[in-house]
Structure formats: C-alpha cells, structure tokens
C-alpha cells in the first residue's frame, strides 16, 4: 500500500470517529456476526450497530488493538511515533499518557511484530553469511564469545535480501548447526569467521568458507560484513533504550531484524496491517 501523507494522517487522528473507521476499513471489510449483514450504525466505544438484526459488535475486539484502553487516534499516533522510533517517554508526552501506558503500547506493538515474524517460514538460500553478537550484561570482564550476563544471539544473513536473528544459549557447534538447519537450504554457501563452531558445517551439507579477522577482513566473496552491519545498525539503535530486561530482550531484537529487512519499505502501513489482522494467540500482556 502507498504510504499516507503527512496531511492524510493527521485528518484521520484530528477525529475519532474517522480514526475508528480507518481502522475498521482495513480489517478489509466487516460484518454482523450474528446475521452476517454488512450495513451498520456507527456507536460509542469502538462499538457497531447491526442495522438488520440491531446486535452490537466490537470489530476491533480480538486485535492487538483490544490489549490497551486507548482511544482509536491515540493508538494511531502511538504507531506512527513507533515507526518514527520515538521514544516510549517522549510518546508519553506527546499523546498526553503516562510513561507506563506508552511503554505499554509498544510493548504490544512488538508483541505484534513477533507474531508475524512466528508465521514466517522461508529459508534463506544462495550466499549466507552467520556470526553471532552479544548484547546487554556487565561491561566489564572478558568480552566476545566466553563473555557472561550477556544475551547471546545468532545471526543468518541471505545476501542482498534479509536477515533472520535467533537467541540462543551457547555458541557449541551443536547449538549453531541445529540454528543454521532451521533456516538455510542444503548446498547454500555459508561464510563465517574461524570459530571452531562452524567447521561442521560441512558435514550439514553446505559450503562453509570462513574468514580469518585477524589477517583481513574480507578476500573476495569472502566476507561477513554483511550480517557485522545488521550488528552495528541493531546496536546503535538499542543503546537509547538504555538497557532491554532478559524477558523482553526477544521483542526488541526481533524489532530490530524486522526494521532492517523492510527498511525500504512503508513501516506504518506493514504496523497497522500487524495489528488488525492478526489476532491476538491468546492471554493479555
């Protein structure tokens, strides 16, 4: 879908009303789900009228949307500030809501994220490139792999198209090679710097060319810079968060592979589509 102009989107949240119908527009379409008529009164409460049958009906019930009390323009906003990466505090002052409430808010937004991504099961192919990173934990002591209190999470990157992030507990050979069959096809070619984890990787049925980073970076197709970038572009942005706890680490670095593998692409109208499509799989945050 076109991205909307900044001028659309404010008509839409400057009234309530239009904010609950856009929403409900792009449920692609909705109906009475007592006598399945598709005409209706518009009522208080993000509630609709059966004008056939008289039932009353929430056509947001059941969404992402239903997780939090906030009014249709006020969620609107909140994904809007999201994709523009604000921050959930100046959110909070923004949309005239507490701090908690706009954490809150992302913190479903993310929930909604990794929810798509759960339902994505394509297999990277071709040329792979597969490193792993350390996030978060005490800075101080040994660093790299060996290093404590750090989220340790592994990385498989398709050349010229996405990358696909897991969190893992250990970096065995065991624990890679089980990560990599997951997601890359038999016969692809995998390149990795020297760590010893990775020498099986022949054995699995690929081509396994590593690069030694204490001699050079790169030798001709031999690289891994692509998937050091991700790194880098998802480091940089977690730092402002100043701190992710362990239990919701996942959400944050699951948006982090999702921001880079449709960077190019209307975050928005990708967010939007997440949250009213997908119902929730059950239980609140």
Request: overall charge positive; aromatic content about 12%; charged content about 30%.
């Amino acid at each position: 879908m076109v991205g909307m102009d900044f001028i659309g989107f404010a008509k839409i949240i400057s009234d309530e009303d239009r904010s609950f119908e856009f929403l409900c527009r792009r449920l692609g379409g909705f109906c009475c789900p007592g006598c399945g008529c598709r005409e209706f009164y518009v009522m208080s409460r993000r509630r609709l009228r059966c004008k056939k049958c008289r039932r009353d009906f929430r056509p947001l019930g059941g969404s992402w949307f239903s997780f939090l009390n906030l009014s249709c323009s006020q969620w609107l906003s909140l994904v809007k500030l999201f994709e523009l990466s604000v921050s959930a505090r100046k959110a909070a002052e923004q949309l005239g809501v507490s701090y908690n409430t706009a954490l809150r808010g992302f913190d479903v937004i993310r929930r909604a994220i990794v929810n798509e991504l759960a339902g994505d099961d394509k297999v990277l192919k071709g040329e792979i490139e597969a490193d792993e990173a350390y996030f978060g934990g005490k800075r101080k002591g040994k660093r790299g792999r060996g290093s404590r209190n750090k989220n340790i999470v592994f990385g498989i990157l398709e050349r010229d198209d996405r990358v696909c992030v897991t969190i893992i507990k250990d970096v065995s050979a065991e624990t890679l090679m089980r990560e990599t069959v997951k997601k890359v096809r038999r016969g692809s070619i995998v390149y990795t710097d020297r760590w010893r984890g990775y020498d099986a990787l022949v054995f699995y049925g690929y081509k396994h060319l590593n690069i030694d980073h204490a001699q050079r970076f790169r030798q001709g197709r031999v690289y891994i810079n692509g998937i050091e970038g991700f790194w880098s572009f998802a480091k940089e942005r977690m730092t402002k968060y100043h701190g992710v706890s362990k239990d919701k680490f996942l959400y944050y670095i699951k948006e982090m592979e999702w921001r880079y593998n449709n960077r190019d692409k209307d975050l928005f109208n990708l967010l939007i589509d997440y949250m009213t499509t997908k119902k929730t799989p059950g239980g609140r945050t």
